[in-house]
């Protein structure tokens, strides 16, 4: 089996530093044959064969931000499991990666008792560099025959070498939602801006402080939107973690130095002050969810969890709510990023043929859709083939946000290891909050940028020299 990266990360670390790292912040054909027998079926004598004993599997999938995603997701399973003779216990885990499931899920395999499959997003890549998953070849193959080609974003994180490690499951819906109303009260057409600036300058005039109205939702605190909202900005000047082909850190430029004193003045200066909502600096990942379907914000980077929320609530706020794709900055360049859920398989699971016939259930239409169709965007079609499905095509043509989104997904941006492409590196460096914490330093304890940067920089190099990330 070919175990080679595409991105020269071949030693990796050890499995004591990974947990370090990452916990402070058999094949198609076999498929059909794994279906017992209807219980009670003649035996050969004539009798009643005993009726089997269920099989068994354990699936750990991610916390959503979207419970009732949570609730579909484990009646989907459950309703394979009754078909198929299985029993089958679901488990919650961490979303994010500064949270403790790669670490978790590591301690679980050195145990010998990992779950039969994961739902997550991202940190493919982490969890190879650690040998921490069995390919899904097979598999993958398979949906892509039944269902169509998936997204760059999918085939770069979870197809590494000449096998696949992740199933696609879902492309992620997210980007920018904003109050059409509230900005045209203001006077202001928000689906013309495309730039940070213009956004910025939006909601500065949206924003009604004495009417609980702040145009800017948008945290930079240690959350995955925050993260994802500060590495877009930095990215966006031209700024990155390393080069092209991982010969070198640099972060520490002045791309990045001027991406963070673009953030510094938004956060502190006091012409921005009023587009503020108060504690914004220290929101989690449900804060502006929570502060946007309120009413109380008119602009936020999150993930479509927070239109599937106000959708399913009936919330007023969903018919003046309109999806924004990536903003650009002085790069003058769109890095819009696809991708979104997988399955994996942990290294020495169980009843991996199991699994296998799981996930592909899981794809099928008349299992996958329904989910997506409810999901107003959270669980968006990973697979070319879903998107032709008439009822697809119907809600699509119905709601303009969900088309915005589905384009989104489609993105060529390879995300946080931009321009190199992805791997276990670029997980840690998540995994440690880094470009958080530089925020932190900026905004909270008055650090400059430039040394808040230079610090953040240092600790990437400190992270590349313990995985012996660069190239030579």
Same mark, same amino acid.
């Given at each position: 089996?070919?175990?080679?990266?595409?991105?020269?990360?071949?030693?990796?670390?050890?499995?004591?530093?990974?947990?370090? &790292? &990452?916990g402070?912040?058999?094949?198609?054909?076999?498929?059909a044959?794994? #279906?017992a027998?209807?219980?009670?079926?003649? !035996?050969?004598?004539?009798?009643a064969?005993?009726?089997? !004993?269920?099989?068994?599997?354990?699936?750990?999938?991610?916390?959503?931000?979207?419970?009732?995603?949570?609730?579909?997701?484990?009646?989907?399973?459950?309703?394979?499991?009754?078909?198929?003779?299985?029993?089958v216990?679901?488990?919650?885990?961490?979303?994010?990666?500064?949270?403790?499931?790669?670490?978790?899920l590591?301690?679980?395999?050195?145990?010998?008792?990992p779950?039969?499959?994961?739902?997550? #997003?991202?940190?493919?890549?982490?969890?190879?560099?650690?040998?921490?998953?069995?390919?899904?070849?097979?598999?993958?193959?398979?949906?892509?025959?039944?269902?169509?080609?998936v997204?760059?974003?999918?085939t770069?994180?979870?197809?590494i070498?000449?096998?696949?490690?992740?199933?696609p499951?879902?492309?992620?819906?997210?980007?920018?939602?904003?109050?059409?109303?509230?900005?045209?009260?203001?006077?202001?057409?928000?689906? *013309?801006?495309?730039?940070?600036?213009?956004?910025?300058?939006?909601?500065l005039?949206?924003?009604?402080?004495?009417?609980?109205?702040?145009?800017w939702?948008?945290?930079?605190n240690?959350?995955?939107?925050?993260?994802?909202?500060?590495?877009?900005?930095?990215?966006?000047?031209?700024?990155h973690?390393?080069?092209?082909?991982?010969?070198a850190?640099?972060?520490?430029?002045?791309?990045?130095?001027?991406?963070?004193?673009?953030l510094?003045?938004?956060?502190?200066?006091?012409k921005?002050?009023?587009?503020?909502?108060?504690? #914004?600096?220290?929101?989690?990942?449900s804060?502006?969810?929570?502060?946007?379907?309120?009413?109380?914000?008119?602009?936020?980077?999150?993930?479509?969890?927070?239109?599937a929320?106000?959708?399913?609530?009936?919330?007023?706020?969903?018919?003046?709510?309109?999806?924004?794709?990536? *903003?650009?900055?002085?790069?003058g360049?769109?890095?819009?990023?696809?991708g979104?859920?997988?399955f994996?398989?942990?290294?020495?699971?169980a009843?991996?043929?199991?699994?296998k016939?799981?996930?592909?259930?899981?794809?099928?239409?008349?299992?996958?859709?329904p989910i997506?169709?409810v999901?107003?965007?959270l669980?968006?079609?990973?697979?070319?083939?879903?998107?032709?499905?008439?009822?697809v095509?119907?809600?699509?043509?119905?709601?303009?946000?969900?088309?915005?989104?589905?384009?989104?997904?489609?993105?060529?941006h390879?995300?946080?290891?931009?321009?190199?492409?992805?791997?276990?590196?670029?997980?840690?460096?998540?995994?440690?909050?880094?470009?958080?914490?530089?925020?932190?330093?900026?905004?909270?304890?008055?650090?400059?940028?430039?040394?808040?940067?230079?610090?953040?920089?240092d600790?990437? #190099?400190?992270?590349a020299?313990?995985m012996?990330?660069?190239?030579?």
């Open positions: 089996m070919n175990h080679q990266t595409q991105n020269p990360l071949s030693k990796g670390l050890s499995r004591r530093q990974m947990l370090q &790292l &990452l402070t912040a058999a094949g198609m054909s076999a498929l044959a794994c #279906v027998p209807p219980a009670g079926a003649p !035996a050969a004598g004539g009798e064969a005993p009726a089997a !004993a269920p099989k068994k599997l354990v699936v750990a999938h991610r916390k959503e931000y979207f419970e009732e995603m949570e609730t579909l997701f484990v009646a989907s399973v459950q309703d394979w499991a009754k078909e198929n003779n299985y029993e216990e679901t488990n919650l885990v961490a979303s994010e990666a500064f949270e403790d499931f790669v670490a978790k590591l301690a679980q395999i050195q145990a010998g008792d779950p039969s499959l994961v739902y997550h #997003v991202r940190l493919v890549q982490a969890l190879y560099g650690q040998d921490g998953l069995d390919p899904v070849t097979d598999a993958t193959t398979e949906a892509i025959k039944l269902y169509g080609d997204p760059f974003g999918h770069i994180t979870e197809k070498g000449d096998d696949w490690w992740g199933i499951y879902m492309s992620s819906g997210g980007g920018q939602y904003a109050r059409k109303d509230a900005f045209e009260a203001a006077g202001v057409d928000i689906a *013309a801006t495309t730039t940070f600036d213009e956004r910025r300058e939006a909601a005039k949206a924003s009604n402080p004495d009417a609980q109205m702040y145009g939702g948008i945290t930079i240690k959350s995955g939107d925050g993260r994802g909202f500060i590495e877009a900005v930095i990215q966006n000047y031209g700024g973690y390393t080069d092209e082909g991982l010969t850190i640099t972060f520490n430029s002045p791309e990045t130095l001027a991406a963070v004193d673009w510094a003045e938004t956060y502190l200066s006091e921005y002050q009023p587009m503020l909502p108060p504690g #914004v600096t220290s929101w989690t990942d804060s502006n969810n929570e502060a946007f379907l309120a009413g109380n914000i008119a602009l936020t980077s999150n993930a479509a969890s927070i239109y929320k106000a959708k399913a609530d009936k919330n007023p706020i969903f018919g003046n709510t309109i999806h924004l794709q990536t *903003a650009v900055g002085p790069l360049k769109k890095m819009q990023a696809g979104g859920g997988y994996a398989i942990p290294k020495g699971a009843n991996q043929d199991g699994a016939q799981l996930s592909l259930h899981l794809l099928k239409p008349e299992v996958f859709l997506s169709l999901s107003a965007g669980f968006l079609p990973a697979y070319a083939n879903h998107y032709s499905n008439p009822e095509v119907k809600a699509f043509e119905a709601d303009p946000n969900l088309k915005s989104m589905g384009e989104a997904s489609l993105g060529d390879p995300g946080s290891s931009w321009p190199a492409a992805p791997n276990a590196f670029f997980d840690a460096i998540q995994a440690e909050a880094i470009i958080e914490d530089m925020m932190a330093q900026v905004i909270t304890e008055g650090v400059k940028p430039a040394d808040a940067v230079a610090t953040a920089h600790r990437i #190099v400190k992270i020299d313990e012996g990330a660069l190239t030579k």
